[in-house]
Nanobody
Framework: QVQLVESGGGLVQAGGSLRLSCAASGRTFSRYAMGWFRQAPGKERDFVAA????????YYADSVKGRFTISRDNAKNTVYLQMNSLKPEDTAVYYCSSRRSYSGSYYSYEYDYWGQGTQVTVSS
């Protein structure tokens, strides 16, 4: 079983930056791909970014490419999402997820574990 705890959300003005962190429990973190998804009120949960087990391959949604960066520190069992040039449309609850695979995925149903989420609000 893997437990995921997100942190780093908050309120920021448009154009600002935030860094989300996701701390994972267990000894399997370094063998699992990790992902970030987000869900705005009344909308489906959307893919944001993912990273493979080693950090050597990353995946991004078109809407965040060039603005967001996913990274991981396997020694700390932590994955990060650096969010720059934030826009009001980035407002959502952001969820960290873990997949029992070396490779990342764009699809939420391919992830096995989820955190509780952290709110990100971008004001205009």
């Amino acid at each position: 079983q893997v437990q995921l705890v997100e942190s780093g959300g908050g309120l920021v003005q448009a154009g600002g930056s935030l860094r989300l962190s996701c701390a994972a429990s267990g000894r399997t973190f370094s063998r699992y791909a990790m992902g970030w998804f987000r869900q705005a009120p009344g909308k489906e949960r959307d893919f944001v970014a993912a990273i493979n087990w080693s950090g050597g391959t990353t995946y991004y949604a078109d809407s965040v490419k060039g603005r967001f960066t996913i990274s991981r520190d396997n020694a700390k069992n932590t994955v990060y999402l650096q969010m720059n040039s934030l826009k009001p449309e980035d407002t959502a609850v952001y969820y960290c997820s873990s997949r029992r695979s070396y490779s990342g995925s764009y699809y939420s149903y391919e992830y096995d574990y989820w955190g509780q989420g952290t709110q990100v609000t971008v004001s205009s």
